[in-house]
């Protein structure tokens, strides 16, 4: 077992939904002098604020495997007025510690984010929340991005004096400190230079703790693949990702190549068929969870073998070939990247297929004063994201503490070791149900042993997360098909807000279980 932490100054990178989960349980802990987040943006948020016309495209390179990327310049944009889920909300927020508004500029910094105009979740609103706030009763069952913009901006706004908008973490680094090591973190510190993105100004500032909390859907992995570049210098733009598609008329009347059929790319390719030329292509080597039904405006193929400049044809796995092709869009996925931690050694990142020197994919083992919220990937990240809070909050106050040092890189070598031998480590941080619903109850349980303190809710048992129960693990189980059934309403899907009117009632389903085993 190692020594408590007893952070006194928290720094959280990112007011996403996992990042303002993150500053709730620390603020709860009633523990810090300070918590500050750093928000690059100009709205809590993170990703779910939608740039619907912006595109990057000296950003994106083709192949895209290279996961030393620098931190990105924001594109501008003219405010669209303060204080709105859709607008900024710089303009009227303080900096930590300080009673007067920010000045601003008159634009906004933007940065790209993976919504598209017509998204709507791919999780049911009342799995997907948070314990402590609900999805308004008129919100349609799987909410559009809009919906989950404004439920953030609302859930934010007790921890919104914490948040320093508009200003991008450039550079971390762990002060050299003769007395860290892996067995003495508690007496790490962190240099963080910041960027106050109106007046291109650098500070510095030290934390104890910091909790990265900036997600991992910023840089796009296209794979490498014969031809590929040879198709990119003779068809420039022909080749994108999810992260820039916006609409479907785009493809209007163009023969369209999907690569990829998890969430991004099976709802890609089922809102551009109306408008391409059919049947769309989509190419995958595995299959879905939430698997569109089979069309004959669809053709599935196995992987791309080559891509092939002459007559646009791309070739596949089982050599079958497909010719003139318009556009190939990748829905393949993000490397995971922390471009502020070059300086970090050991490493964080190296290829970008996962979180290196990591424990319970959210410490980092030799420094875990360092920690990163929502790493896992097939999970319902909310809740996920809530729980790991309510367990880092309490390790860097102290109530909680960590086993040692070999402990934690044991943990990660066993779970190296559990992968397919010769595989990609991409799995590393899968966690197909029910291991995220165990994980999110794991760290419920591990939060709910922390030493008590007076003053804090819950008879001192502090800020508590949902801990999930029968009702969780039948609508997590069956969520697949719940969306099925709801896309199948086509528009009048937007009036469903409740599982039953789709047909999954839990108390019949319950009282049915029970007649069976009497």
Not at 171 to 197: A, C, Y
Not at 284 to 299: D, M, Q, V
Request: proline share 7%.
């Amino acid at each position: 077992m190692q020594a408590s932490i007893n952070a006194k100054r928290v720094a959280i990178v990112g007011a996403g939904p996992s990042g303002i989960a993150a500053a709730k349980y620390c603020f709860a802990e009633k523990a810090f002098e300070s918590i500050v987040v750093f928000e690059q943006r100009s709205s809590a948020g993170g990703l779910w604020n939608a740039t619907p016309q912006e595109w990057d495209e000296a950003a994106f390179t083709i192949p895209s495997t290279n996961a030393a990327v620098k931190v990105d310049e924001p594109l501008w944009r003219p405010k669209v007025g303060a204080s709105s889920s859709s607008g900024s909300e710089a303009s009227s927020a303080t900096t930590s510690g300080s009673s007067s508004p920010r000045t601003v500029g008159g634009k906004d910094p933007v940065f790209i984010s993976p919504i598209y105009d017509r998204l709507e979740t791919n999780i049911p609103r009342s799995l997907m929340r948070f314990s402590d706030h609900f999805f308004g009763d008129d919100v349609q069952l799987f909410p559009p991005h809009q919906a989950v913009q404004e439920y953030i901006v609302q859930y934010a706004r007790d921890v919104r004096h914490l948040i320093r908008f508009e200003t991008q973490v450039v550079d971390i680094r762990l002060q050299d400190d003769p007395v860290s090591s892996p067995d003495k973190h508690g007496k790490d510190s962190w240099n963080m230079e910041v960027r106050d993105l109106q007046t291109n100004t650098y500070t510095t500032e030290v934390f104890d703790a910091v909790i990265l909390a900036n997600g991992h859907f910023s840089t796009p992995y296209v794979p490498e693949v014969p031809g590929i570049r040879e198709w990119q210098t003779a068809f420039p733009g022909s080749i994108t990702h999810a992260k820039y598609y916006r609409r479907p008329e785009e493809y209007a009347d163009k023969r369209v190549l999907v690569v990829g059929n998890f969430a991004s790319g099976t709802d890609i390719a089922s809102q551009i068929i109306p408008y391409c030329k059919n049947p769309v292509l989509i190419s995958a080597k595995s299959t879905n969870e939430l698997p569109a039904p089979p069309s004959s405006s669809k053709r599935e193929l196995p992987t791309i073998a080559s891509f092939n400049v002459a007559g646009g044809s791309v070739t596949f796995a089982n050599g079958h070939t497909e010719h003139n092709i318009d556009s190939i869009i990748f829905c393949t996925g993000y490397l995971y990247t922390f471009p502020f931690l070059k300086s970090l050694r050991p490493p964080l990142i190296t290829s970008g297929y996962y979180v290196e020197n990591s424990y319970l994919h959210l410490f980092y083992a030799p420094h875990p004063t360092l920690s990163f919220l929502a790493i896992p990937q097939k999970i319902i990240p909310f809740p996920l994201a809530e729980a790991q809070a309510a367990a880092v909050a309490r390790i860097y106050s102290g109530r909680l503490s960590l086993p040692s040092y070999a402990e934690m890189k044991q943990w990660e070598q066993d779970l190296l070791s559990s992968l397919p031998e010769g595989g990609s480590k991409s799995a590393f941080h899968k966690l197909p149900f029910p291991k995220d619903a165990n994980y999110i109850n794991m760290m419920y349980d591990w939060a709910a042993g922390a030493l008590q303190k007076a003053g804090l809710e819950n008879d001192g048992l502090g800020k508590m997360p949902r801990r999930w129960g029968e009702w969780e693990f039948w609508c997590r189980g069956r969520f697949p098909a719940i969306k099925k059934a709801f896309s199948e309403k086509g528009e009048k899907r937007r009036d469903v807000t409740r599982l039953e009117e789709l047909g999954f009632d839990f108390e019949k389903w319950k009282m049915e279980e029970e007649t069976v085993r009497h």
